[in-house]
């Protein structure tokens, strides 16, 4: 059975720094894309940051550029996103979500994907409060 | 980045009858790369459509999809009392993914 293990939600301060990981299994981890895809209480969803198969390549939404890191080890089987300067609105559950991903180079050869999710975990919480 | 509107917002119908959502994107989705999701309260989204129109493993043939360019429906033929939750459109073929805001589907 693919299942997906979030963990290392929690409260944080503002301008505070937190690591969630991704256990995966029942999958080849290795030759997936994954995602990272957040809902704020009560709201819709909303992507994250994504990265490919071997880690060579990531992609972040403009609204946590320069602040998240996604990364991935895929000894482990474990994907993480190390999220810094915390602010009040990235308070939300964080999915993790396998892509499923038909590939394509863009206009300045980078590597990109159109992805849709499936699986997802079942989230963890992140607030962000003083 | 491609804004996608759902609507109606909450959907109020009984078991056994039929529900139409809509989902419609502020530009043409390329290749029809557009997914539905359904969304139980404290759970995580699960997959029910892509390509807008296939159906995902194990998703009951009530749901279907339908729809190209910038306007997208998903059907649920016969309402089933686990079918009352909330339903996100996604599009995947422009960067970034973006979800619509949802529809509940809530028993009237």
């Known amino acids: 059975e693919v299942q997906l293990v979030e963990s290392g939600g929690g409260l944080v301060q503002p301008g505070g720094s937190l690591r969630l990981s991704c256990a995966a299994s029942?999958?080849?981890?290795?030759?997936?894309?994954m995602h990272w895809v957040r809902q704020a209480p009560g709201k819709g969803l909303v992507w994250v940051s994504r990265?490919?198969?071997?880690?060579?390549?990531?992609s972040y939404a403009d609204s946590v550029k320069g602040r998240f890191t996604i990364s991935r080890d895929n000894a482990k089987n474990t994907l993480y996103l190390q999220m810094n300067s915390l602010r009040a609105e990235d308070t939300a559950v964080y999915y993790c979500?396998?892509?499923?991903?038909?590939?394509?180079?863009?206009?300045?050869?980078?590597?990109?994907?159109?992805?849709?999710?499936?699986?997802w975990g079942q989230g963890t919480l992140v607030t962000v409060s003083s | 980045e491609i804004v996608l509107t759902q609507s109606p917002g909450t959907l109020s119908l009984s078991p056994g009858e039929r529900a139409t959502l809509s989902c419609r994107a502020s530009?043409?989705?390329?290749?029809?790369?557009l997914a539905w999701y359904q969304q139980k309260p404290g759970q995580a989204p699960r997959l029910l459509i892509y390509?807008?129109?296939s159906r995902a493993t194990g998703i009951p043939d009530r749901f279907s999809g339908s729809g190209s360019g910038t306007d997208f429906t998903l059907t649920i033929s016969r309402l089933e009392p686990e079918d009352f939750a909330v339903y996100y459109c996604?599009?995947?073929?422009?960067?970034?993914?973006?979800f619509g805001q949802g529809t509940k589907v809530e028993i009237k």
């Open positions: 979500a396998r892509g499923v991903t038909i590939p394509y180079y863009d206009f300045w050869s980078a590597l990109e994907g159109y992805n849709w999710f499936d699986p």
């Open positions: 029942g999958f080849t981890f290795s030759s997936y894309w």
């Open positions: 990265i490919n198969s071997d880690g060579s390549s990531t």
């Open positions: 530009q043409s989705v390329s290749s029809s790369y």
């Open positions: 390509g807008a129109s």
């Open positions: 996604q599009q995947y073929g422009s960067s970034p993914e973006t």
